[in-house]
């Protein structure tokens, strides 16, 4: 006896839809940090006609919560294994798990701050051959020594100089766009301090962000060392504090356990901020940003914050990223001294144009990702783009920092 199934319409196609003809875009998500980058480009799609963005997750070892982060956007879902066998004109990815299966041409887009993390399994590496970042590397980039994107979205030219060195192949694909999230925290730059009134930061309070990326050299890797110093030393006296966790430390242990080991930060009022949460706003609004090797320490230079440094990840970092570029100028956190000492010090001795090398770095083309972005999108498609701007929309405002304090309903950013 045959079971039969019913696939989704998007799948299906012919009479099941209301709005036919549409170019189909397949959207290929693995993580909830990938998502919030695509989501910078899809949203260069959503609202044309001629369009249908059907979305897809594929497997990831950090793919927990990224059906849940999607379905807070209003978006569902197709199993990964019908998009696989489905009909597409174009795909769009950050990650690159999968992508050679798929039947369309493939667009991916670079995330986080410059390239910062060297491969970590050096067994995938021939007798030689220097360690380099996943996208910029051949593992990551061919597949059976097929170039799997059909385009490759990078921030900087440097990454188009380091990809001839590491995967010449991989040349003819290549796009310099810039950086998206240098271009939205540069747009809500301006309304600094509508950020720290919807943060609920008073006049004459400080804002403290902890960030940290994932791996157990992160900040949040070391917490059992500087979380009784946050606890203790920091809350109260006029000083607030968020901790921005990268969505990988989630994903990977656990929101209730990553939550259970942070009570004791909340217990002291300090806002822990869920994964699926805008970020930018905080670095924003931040007067100081403690933080690693991650990318949200590299964003930071382009605030008004100073920036400190927790501990140092040199093996892992690749020479000439924003993170190396910012672990040779920024101060770094030490035992023996107060933390609230650490960031005064720090406050006094930075000078204007500390950081300016580290955030030239993030993007060699400010302020055109979407216009860049959107062009290559539109060209792929072999269709004339709208006949209006792209806009840059600056960070939406955040609840106040009581409300992730409390750990009350933690999709409340996006």
């Known amino acids: 006896m045959s079971v039969e199934t019913t696939r989704a319409a998007l799948i299906e196609q012919g009479h099941w839809l209301t709005v036919p003809d549409c170019k189909r875009v397949l959207v290929v998500v693995h993580t909830v940090a990938f998502a919030q980058r695509l989501r910078e480009v899809f949203g260069l799609l959503e609202t044309d006609l001629r369009v249908q963005l059907v979305f897809t997750v594929a497997p990831h070892a950090f793919g927990g919560g990224v059906t849940d982060y999607l379905r807070g956007q209003g978006i569902h879902t197709v199993p990964w294994h019908e998009a696989l066998r489905a009909e597409f004109d174009l795909v769009l990815a950050t990650g690159s798990r999968g992508l050679h299966e798929l039947r369309a041409p493939v667009v991916r887009f670079s995330h986080g701050a410059g390239h910062i993390k060297l491969l970590t399994d050096a067994s995938l590496l021939a007798p030689g051959e220097r360690r380099v970042p996943g996208m910029l590397s051949r593992q990551h980039l061919l597949h059976d020594g097929r170039l799997v994107p059909a385009a490759i979205v990078y921030a900087h030219e440097r990454d188009v100089t380091e990809l001839a060195r590491s995967c010449p192949e991989a040349l003819p694909a290549a796009h310099v ?31 403290v962000v902890v960030a940290s990326t994932w791996g157990p050299t992160s900040t949040f890797g070391r ?16 000083c607030r504090v968020a901790m921005l966790i990268h969505p990988n430390v989630f994903a990977g242990h656990g929101s209730s356990q990553v939550h259970g080991w942070l009570t004791a930060l909340r217990n002291r009022g300090i806002a822990v901020v869920p994964p699926e949460a805008d970020w930018q706003a905080l670095l924003i609004a931040a007067d100081w940003i403690i933080g690693d090797h991650g990318s949200l320490t590299a964003y930071g230079t382009l605030t008004e914050a100073t920036v400190l440094l927790t501990s140092s990840a040199r093996r892992e970092v690749s020479p000439g990223s924003p993170a190396a570029l910012l672990a040779a100028v920024a101060p770094v956190v030490v035992p023996g001294y107060s933390l609230a000492a650490q960031l005064a010090y720090a406050a006094e001795q930075r000078h204007a144009t500390q950081y300016e090398r580290v955030a030239e770095s993030l993007s060699s083309a400010p302020g055109e990702f979407h216009r860049r972005v959107r062009a290559l999108v539109y060209r792929s498609l072999e269709l004339g783009e709208p006949a209006c701007p792209p806009f840059v929309l600056p960070p939406p405002f955040p609840p106040a920092l009581e409300h992730w304090v409390r750990g009350a309903d933690r999709g409340a950013l996006r």
């Open 177 to 207: 766009a810039g950086d998206p999230c240098v271009d939205r925290i540069t747009a809500g730059a301006a309304d600094r301090e509508g950020y720290r009134r919807a943060l609920g930061v008073a006049e004459g309070e400080r804002l």
């Open 223 to 238: 917490l059992d060392a500087l979380l009784p110093r946050l606890a203790g030393e920091l809350p109260g006296d006029g």
